[in-house]
């Protein structure tokens, strides 16, 4: 049976958040039984970008700066880092607050720029990944994801904080070859598992609803969970915030692939009581995807039924980032004629329907619309 622990923390305020994670730590076991004196120990914050820690995109520092304490104490070597989505990873860290932490304890930021192939023999939906070097420099890692939404998996959380381990342009490489959700979802268990992080804590104190994973608002949760099962972790949060587990591709494969499970009858609660966490009114998309057989119609069926993104011109400020980001060959989003003074055009027959462009956008100008097909099928 799996473990999550749930602990009550109402504040970022840092003997607080120390406290309450020593709590959560001790409640699993302890950390000797995750880490041993000696060992190499990296820590995967989440840093989708660099954003200010109020902002809630990335993990918050007093989380990070708690943890590091705990490990330090127990004897082991700390490093950090993730690969954010665009930008550079230190200057993203240093910007979400990250690095000064780091610096307090002398803690460097391993190597998320250099990428190794690895051959995953037991992935099951991809078994060729080019991964951070600093997940070989290690002798474990420590995942730390954020509680947010996200448009393409509906959740973010413990399993796909570990496609940061992706470097950099890489990760559009994988949007363009698993433009579907539950293909991308399958990738991502099959990551989770080849690096198979030995324990995960969500901050959650503040999470992100909405239009997230960047655009969204922040949400005052007042949670702090670990588990060392990525799927029981998603699972209870999905429970909390009144998702059914089942309709998050991660999580439906993740126990299909062995990694965990999403059961209640196999996942023990500890801690502090679910009910008292229970937020029925996260804004989240709640409704399964309508399944439909791929064959002639496919395509034509999918500009019909699946979500597309649309930017909201009067919060559109030309920066172009949606469409550097688009991995898509021609472009789905673009400057008409290259004229950057205008707000960019979508072109859906390009489309792959990753959601990158919704996913990095800093004014939070891209949403998802839901096409009118789609809106009647979900009504019946």
Known sequence: ????????????????????????????????????????????????????????????????????????????????????????????????????????????????????????????????????????????????????????????????????????????EFHLKLPGADDFAKMLVDLNKFIGPRLYIMDGIYGMEGNGPRGGTPKKMNILLFSSDPVALDSTVCR?????????????????????????????????????????????????????KPGFFSDFMNNRLVSKPYIEAEKCVRCGVCVSMCPANPKAVFFKDDDKSIVPIYNYDNCIKCFCCQEICPESAIQLKTPFLRKIINSI
Request: charged fraction near 25%.
């Open 240 to 292: 909390l915030i009144n998702l059914n587990p089942e309709y998050v591709p991660t999580i439906k494969y993740g126990m299909q692939a062995g990694m965990g499970s999403f059961l209640k009858e196999d996942i023990e609660l500890l801690g502090d009581d679910f009910e008292s966490f229970f937020t029925e009114d996260f804004k989240i998309n709640r409704k399964p995807m309508k399944p439909f």
């Open 1 to 172: 049976m799996s473990k999550v622990v749930l602990i009550r923390c109402e504040s970022y305020e840092y003997d607080t958040v120390k406290k309450s994670i020593e709590r959560g730590v001790s409640l699993l076991g302890g950390i000797s039984l995750f880490v041993q004196k000696g060992e190499n120990i990296l820590l995967k914050p989440n840093i989708l970008v660099g954003e200010a820690p109020e902002k809630c995109v990335t993990t918050h520092p007093a989380v990070f700066k708690a943890i590091i304490e705990i490990l330090i104490n127990a004897g082991v070597n700390v490093t950090y880092g993730d690969s954010p989505a665009i930008g550079n990873p230190l200057k993203a860290a240093k910007k979400a607050g990250l690095t000064q932490v780091a610096d307090e304890f002398n803690i460097k930021f391993a190597d998320f720029k250099t990428g190794i192939d690895v051959f995953f023999d037991k992935g099951i939906q991809t078994r060729k990944f080019t991964i951070a070097k600093a997940i070989f420099d290690n002798d474990a890692v420590i995942s730390l994801p954020k509680l947010k939404t996200h448009g393409l998996e509906k959740f973010t959380g413990a399993i796909k904080n570990q496609f940061g381990c992706v470097p950099g342009v890489l990760k559009g």
